[in-house]
């Protein structure tokens, strides 16, 4: 996803001579191309992530619009308080690009495992809030993100699986997508998880056959429309997401099914369990340590289903 941002974010730049990105020291190998062909719209500003922000912010203000690149546990944590103050507060065009979510930084420990961004960010007012589900998105997610105004929190995941998407989509804020028809279940998927969506609608298909897949990689805003479409036909909704179960994408679609009338699904939201982790390991024993495995959220999807029968 890297990659696919920078290529992004070079072609961007070409067009828009606003443009700069911001990095702390990391990403060379991935920044090098924009920085030969942009070296005086790029800045390294070293290991410093609130400085990066503050930074950025002050560029914002004399219409530059700044991309601030972070491994995303300290681009979201450690930067917070400037985020809020420097970017939400005045709502700058300022752009966050947290790469590495979730437990992508898999042997570098908890310190890098990114599962509480989502809750922080959205916690803030003004702050759209992307994960593209794949590669492609990304680059459509990136364009996008520069073109809007206003601040955006990109959150780029590693996604070892083949995309979602044969080209670069479409992408519209705020926009999800049904990438699989069903029915009687709904699997809504945001962020590098759609491998395991798919992997958890087959573990269920003796019991649902033919659940609906759908992708949201705009968390905030969410797509409300397709929410609404959702909820005829679909009993049972099933959120995944590589962050914690507090807070993140589940918790936005839960306090949208609070605000609806009538008959609404029940919700299952396949997250990351509540609890520090110690582990360093690989990306397969730290899903299976956080509740995150295919069969952890089937017995959970099982478990529900029983009980509406009751």
Do not use: C
Request: a positive charge; proline letters at 5%; hydrophobic letters at 45%.
């Amino acid at each position: 996803m890297r990659a696919a941002f920078i290529r992004a974010l070079s072609r961007a730049a070409e067009k828009d001579s606003r443009i700069m990105l911001i990095t702390g020291d990391l990403g060379y190998r991935y920044l090098e191309p924009f920085a030969e062909k942009f070296p005086d719209r790029y800045l390294n500003i070293g290991v410093a992530e609130a400085n990066l922000v503050t930074v950025a912010a002050g560029l914002a203000t004399t219409g530059f619009i700044p991309f601030v690149y972070s491994i995303a546990t300290f681009a979201s944590m450690r930067a917070f308080e400037q985020i809020r103050n420097d970017v939400s507060l005045q709502n700058l065009n300022v752009k966050i690009v947290g790469i590495g979510a979730g437990f992508a930084y898999t042997k570098a420990g908890p310190t890098h495992h990114s599962v509480e961004d989502i809750a922080l960010i959205r916690t803030l007012p003004n702050i759209t809030v992307i994960a593209p589900v794949d590669t492609n998105q990304a680059y459509s997610a990136t364009i996008a993100a520069a073109k809007h105004r206003g601040p955006v929190y990109l959150r780029l995941g590693r996604n070892p699986e083949s995309g979602v998407f044969a080209k670069p989509p479409p992408f519209t804020i705020g926009k999800g997508t049904v990438i699989s028809g069903g029915k009687d279940m709904a699997i809504l998927a945001t962020g590098t998880t759609v491998g395991l969506a798919h992997e958890i609608a087959g573990k269920i298909s003796g019991v649902v056959k033919s659940p609906t897949i759908a992708v949201f990689p705009s968390i905030v805003p969410l797509d409300h429309a397709l929410l609404r479409t959702l909820v005829r036909g679909h009993r049972i909704w099933v959120t995944v997401e590589e962050h914690r179960q507090s807070g993140g994408f589940g918790t936005a679609v839960g306090e949208w099914l609070l605000t609806q009338t009538g008959k609404i699904p029940r919700l299952v939201k396949a997250g990351a369990r509540d609890a520090h982790s110690q582990l360093s390991a690989e990306h397969k024993e730290l899903m299976k340590e956080a509740g995150l495995t295919t069969g952890d959220v089937a017995r959970r999807i099982r478990a529900t289903l029983r009980s509406q029968r009751r």
